[in-house]
């Protein structure tokens, strides 16, 4: 697996999604990933510190340029528990935890992320406005309500099977409700 192939492909797919959910500056972008499934193995069974690392700096440059917090996703040891910014726990009022992943105990991804981020915290959960799981990593329980399936034109990065979602606010009424065209 060439991982600058890899690069490019979570680049253009992220750039697609960012697109597709017309994000505003300040939204939480959350990734799931499985380097295991993009390098071609089960998830969980063979984790790559050097895909996680190339995924991370792509990744945080395209929520940068659009001004997002990128969170990540620690793997199931670590209960699903969030990787992100200081800044963005902050500014969401989020409960910080006491754990720092390691590439067996939340995942190679989280891992890059931890030590990528310039202030990094881990909290419990998140609340995103967009996300992308490569590998069914099963990002749901960190999207806001309502996720939206996004059909991207990459349907995998690397090996690794991908989902994509957008949220937006649940429609309320009933059959005289009118809604924006745009949800």
Known sequence: MELEFVTRQITE????????????KGQIFVLGCSTSE????????GGSS??????????KAVTDKHGLYLAVQCCEHLNRAIVLEAAAMEKY?????TVRPMPHAGGAMA????EGFEQAVVVETVAAHLGMDIGQTLIGMHLKRVAVPVRLQQK???DAVLTAARTRPPLIGGERAHYPENR
């Open 156 to 158: 995998t990065i690397g």
């Open 50 to 59: 050097e895909a996680a690392k190339m995924i991370f700096r792509a990744l």
């Open 111 to 114: 891992t890059a992320a931890y």
């Open 13 to 24: 797919a992220a750039e697609e999604l960012i697109a597709v959910a017309k994000t505003k």
């Open 38 to 45: 993009v390098i071609g193995n089960k998830i969980g069974t």
């Open 93 to 97: 009022d989020l409960t910080e935890v």
